[in-house]
């Protein structure tokens, strides 16, 4: 009786688990749509590790001696916000509401100038101790709403008067992706 029991919990688990396995690969799916973002050079500049944001596309050191300071909104004499206005100004200088560089904690490289990626960048934003307390629903209402977050998608234009380039994704792109991304637990890949 016991092994019936057992035979039938098999074969009745057997669609079960190929459910989950397929809710799982179309989670890990939709977090490669996501990272395409994460690992744009205009989210990755203020995501960086090491003293100073970084510019342009080239993702070099920011100019003018420009450091994050202790809560990332740069130094007494260079805050951040001395330059960067609430808007894109015609000079060059990008802007939008708080501009400050993303905590420590929240950096998605492992080293200055190299970009975490797969399981160790999933997994870091996935980090209430990183992230802020953030649990999957926040992180995405993060991205659907975040001022600093919508900037990457008009991010004016440089110095030079070129256009910023703007991540792979449509900033609804992003939001579909994350959204299912958390409704399929937020899996991160192997
Ligand atoms: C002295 C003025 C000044 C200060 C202070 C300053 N910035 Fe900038 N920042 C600029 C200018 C000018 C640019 C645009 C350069 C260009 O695109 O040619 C820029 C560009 C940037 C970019 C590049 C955007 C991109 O993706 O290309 C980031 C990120 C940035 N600043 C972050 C910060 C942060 C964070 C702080 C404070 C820790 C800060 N800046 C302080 C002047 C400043
Ligand atoms: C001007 C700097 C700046 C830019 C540009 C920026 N961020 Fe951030 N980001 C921050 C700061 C500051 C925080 C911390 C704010 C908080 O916790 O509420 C943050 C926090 C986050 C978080 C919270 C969780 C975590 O671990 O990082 C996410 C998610 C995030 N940003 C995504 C993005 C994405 C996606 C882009 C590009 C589309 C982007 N950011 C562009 C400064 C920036």
């Keep these: 009786m016991m092994k019936l029991v057992s035979i039938l919990i ?3 688990s057997m669609p079960l688990a190929a459910a989950s396995a397929a809710e799982s690969n179309d989670s890990i799916a939709a977090w490669q749509q996501v990272e395409k ?3 744009h050079p205009r989210c990755l500049n203020c995501h ?3 003293d100073s944001p ?3 596309d080239d993702r070099h050191v920011h100019q003018f001696r420009v450091f994050n300071g202790h809560e990332g909104k740069g130094k007494p004499g260079a805050l951040c916000i ?3 206005q609430t808007s894109n100004q015609t000079s060059g200088v990008p802007g939008a ?3 400050q560089h993303a905590p420590a904690s929240m950096t998605w490289e492992s080293s200055p100038g190299i970009a975490m990626k797969g399981r160790q960048l999933c997994q870091s934003l996935r980090d209430p101790k990183k992230n802020g307390d ?3 629903a926040a992180l995405v209402e993060h991205l659907r709403t975040e001022p600093l977050v919508l900037w990457a998608w008009s991010p004016g234009k440089n110095a030079r008067g070129e256009a910023r380039t703007t991540p792979p994704l449509s900033h609804e792109e992003l939001i579909s992706y994350a959204s299912l991304w958390s409704n399929t637990g937020g ?3 192997p």
Excluded: Y
Aim: hydrophobic content about 40%.
């Design 187 to 189: 899996k991160c890949p």
């Design 82 to 84: 001395g330059c960067h």
């Design 48 to 50: 960086s590790a090491g």
């Design 97 to 99: 509401s708080n501009w």
């Design 54 to 56: 970084r510019q342009a």
């Design 134 to 136: 953030r649990n999957l």
């Design 37 to 39: 973002v994460l690992l």
């Design 10 to 12: 098999f074969f009745l």
